[in-house]
């Protein structure tokens, strides 16, 4: 169905989804061009409020108010405050999630924690109610992580004497075991788009005794998570892909309430020190989320990350993920119609259950994935590449559309078969 009369039916289709679409109106709120941008799970688009946010951030707050601002325009309690913002997003109750250093920080912070609560080593009792501490020389990673996740978790099980265990995350439930600690997991691939079982995962690893800790980089802001409701230990995520705060914005971590206590940082710092401004030679923790803080907040990028999240107010993240499942839907259907059969298959779930909210596409063999990816951005398609073969297309549903959707796939038979 790739002629003309196939392609006008997809347009008319497009048209009416798109004026049906509740959520439509959102787009207004942000900066775009003329390109259809399928990149949001890498980096966000630009909120059209922020930058006029963040000039009053340099220009008065830090420009005339100076060190009075982190009193009066709120700059030390903006780890928390703009953790309280994300904690729906996410199925969290407020004072749960703090604001401030990268994901892989935060990822460092949330394992070696974790590694500690299930020995008792924080000294409560250990994960697994046991009186005797069990030996949990175990961390059972994510096989097909990202990178950095990996490289931390290694390094976490060398600093812990941990044995570190890559697994698939379908055969965690038949991995984990009296041994494991603790187990680091992706919530979506990043490469795939795959959307794995988070409350099947997190029930199984606790039945093991163990804790689990969750990377939601391509799901915070995308799909339901029910931190909360599913009994999560410790989460992390970024900010920049589809919450929209920013190149470099500051990541977030969330502590179950009652690990709060129990979650010993191993990166104590000032910031999270019960009495900050005491200087003490000793560490007394603070209660609640701020003992995931480290140092001085990050506050120029905080700040735009807080404005950024505005467009979010009265939005429904089961609206989104509706609109997240139905463009992908339209998206690989059109793909269907638009591509010769044989030059792209799908490596992102059919399955809604399955699915996150990108979709990537594999080049046949001899297609150069990477110079597809090229073409399709100097004709206004902006999506990614993924060595060797992978072409990614990220769905943001606070902006794109239905019409984008069909567009991609158009732009993207004439790319294959230019």
């Known amino acids: 169905m790739s002629g003309t009369n196939g392609s006008a039916e997809y347009v008319r289709r497009a048209e009416k989804l798109d004026a049906a679409d509740e959520l439509a109106p959102l787009r207004g709120l942000f900066t775009l061009d003329d390109a259809v941008y399928l990149d949001g799970n890498s980096l966000g688009a630009l909120a059209a409020h922020v930058p006029g946010r963040v000039e009053d951030v340099v220009r008065r707050q830090w420009g005339e108010l100076r060190i009075r601002s982190w009193e009066e325009s709120g700059w030390w309690t903006a780890p928390e405050r703009i953790g309280d913002r994300i904690a729906p997003l996410v199925g969290a109750a407020p004072g749960r999630i703090v604001v401030g250093d990268s994901t892989s920080v935060n990822v460092f912070k949330a394992l ?26 175990e961390i059972v990673v994510d096989a097909s992580t990202f990178p950095s996740d990996g490289y931390i978790a290694a390094s976490v099980a060398r600093m812990t004497g941990c044995t570190l265990r890559p697994a698939p995350p379908a055969d965690v439930p038949q991995v ?3 041994r494991t600690a603790a187990v680091l997991l992706n919530h979506v691939d990043y490469r795939t788009g795959r959307l794995h079982d988070l409350p099947a995962l997190t029930a199984a690893v606790h039945a093991a005794g163990a804790l689990v800790v969750w990377d939601l980089c391509h799901s915070a802001g995308a799909l339901p998570v029910g931190l909360d409701e599913h009994g999560v230990d410790l989460a992390v995520g970024c900010t920049y892909k589809f919450l929209n705060g ?30 900050p401004f005491g200087m003490r030679g000793d560490f007394e923790p603070a209660e609640g989320a701020p003992r ?6 990050d506050i120029l990028s905080m700040l735009a990350l807080e404005a950024a999240l505005e467009v979010w107010d009265g939005v429904s993240v089961d ?43 594999r080049c046949a063999p001899g297609i150069d994935a990477g110079a597809v990816m090229k073409l399709l951005v100097e004709r206004g398609v902006v999506g990614d590449f993924r060595q060797p073969d992978v072409l990614r297309f990220g769905f943001t549903p606070l902006y794109v559309g239905f019409a984008d959707a069909e567009r991609a796939a158009r732009v993207l038979a004439g790319a294959l078969t230019a």
């Not at 995931?292 to 907040?297: A, K, Q």
């Open 292 to 297: 995931g803080r480290v140092g001085t907040p």
């Open 246 to 275: 920013g190149p470099g914005s500051p990541a977030f971590l969330y502590v179950r309430g009652d690990h709060q206590d129990r979650f010993d940082s191993p990166l104590p710092g000032w910031n999270s020190h019960a009495e």
């Open 176 to 178: 984990v075991g009296k």
């Open 112 to 137: 070696v924690a974790a590694v500690r609560i299930a020995r008792g080593e924080d000294g409560g009792t250990p994960a697994d109610g046991a009186t005797a501490h069990p030996v949990r020389d």
């Open 319 to 361: 609206a989104v993920r509706a609109k997240s499942l139905a463009l992908t839907d339209f998206f690989l259907e059109c793909v269907g119609a638009y591509v010769p059969p044989g030059l792209v298959e799908s490596l992102t779930p059919a399955a809604h259950a399955e699915r996150g909210s990108q979709v990537a596409l």
